[in-house]
Nanobody, 119 residues
Framework: QVDLMESGGGLVQLGSSLRLSCAAS????????MNWYRQTPGKQRDLVAT???????NYADSVKGRFTISRDNAKNTVYLQMNSLKPEDTAVYFC?????????????WGQGTQVTVSS
């Protein structure tokens, strides 16, 4: 099992920056990829950024060039650096870990952290 704890959300103005953190605990060695998702009321949870165990990254088109996902393996922590924030980035952001026990894949989710960008 993998447990996740996010932090770093808040209320900021248009053009500001925030850094979200996601600390993982438990069966860290089973993690294949770490992801950040976001969700607004009444909508599905959308993938924002992904980082693999070897550090390769992918981003949603809407955040490319503004958001950066990174990881600190020594701290078992993944970060999402968000720059040039826009009101449309307002959402609850969830950290996700995809991991395997060798026979099946599982998803673990954090509790979510609210990001609000005012204009």
């Amino acid at each position: 099992q993998v447990d996740l704890m996010e932090s770093g959300g808040g209320l900021v103005q248009l053009g500001s920056s925030l850094r979200l953190s996601c600390a993982a605990s438990g069966s860290i060695e089973r993690i294949n990829a770490m992801n950040w998702y976001r969700q607004t009321p009444g909508k599905q949870r959308d993938l924002v950024a992904t980082i693999s165990t070897v550090g390769s990254t992918n981003y949603a088109d809407s955040v490319k060039g503004r958001f950066t996902i990174s990881r600190d393996n020594a701290k078992n922590t993944v970060y999402l650096q968000m720059n040039s924030l826009k009101p449309e980035d307002t959402a609850v952001y969830f950290c996700n870990a995809r991991y395997s026990d060798g026979t099946a894949y599982y998803n673990s989710w954090g509790q979510g952290t609210q990001v609000t960008v005012s204009s």
